[in-house]
């Protein structure tokens, strides 16, 4: 079973930034996605960001271009999420995940479903 763990998340103004770290027990799955989401309170979780195993793919909600890069180390079983110039409305707990089987063309990066393993979460709150 592999394991996920986030680390990274704190208090911060806007305008701030913050790097999320996400860091696997064990490589998921050869040619795997890795994506992060988050949720915000009272709201559904949602689609942050997301990359393959060699990077070629990497995709982003709208709300986040251009303001979080999403980036891994493959050799530390580590995926990243730089996050710059944050606004209130990225508060939220952000969540790691992994596919658990090779991506696809088929597969949906966006869908937290594609997603086998689920970190715990880690709080990021944008204060004014």
């Known amino acids: 079973q592999v394991q996920l763990v986030e680390s990274g998340g704190g208090l911060v103004q806007t305008g701030g930034s913050l790097r999320l770290s996400c860091a696997a027990s064990?490589?998921?799955?050869?040619?795997?996605?890795m994506g992060w989401f988050r949720q915000a309170p009272g709201k559904e979780r949602e689609f942050v960001a997301a990359?393959?195993?060699?990077?070629?793919?990497?995709y982003y909600v709208d709300s986040v271009k251009g303001r979080f890069t999403i980036s891994r180390d493959n050799a530390k079983n580590t995926v990243y999420l730089q996050m710059n110039n944050l606004k209130l409305e990225d508060t939220a707990v952000y969540y790691c995940?992994?596919?658990?089987?090779?991506?696809?063309?088929?597969?949906?990066?966006?869908?937290?479903?594609?997603?086998?393993?689920w970190g715990q979460g880690t709080q990021v709150t944008v204060s004014s």
């Open positions: 064990e490589r998921p799955y050869s040619n795997n996605a």
């Open positions: 995940a992994a596919s658990g089987s090779a991506v696809t063309p088929r597969f949906k990066f966006n869908v937290e479903g594609e997603y086998r393993y």
């Open positions: 990359i393959t195993w060699s990077a070629a793919n990497i």
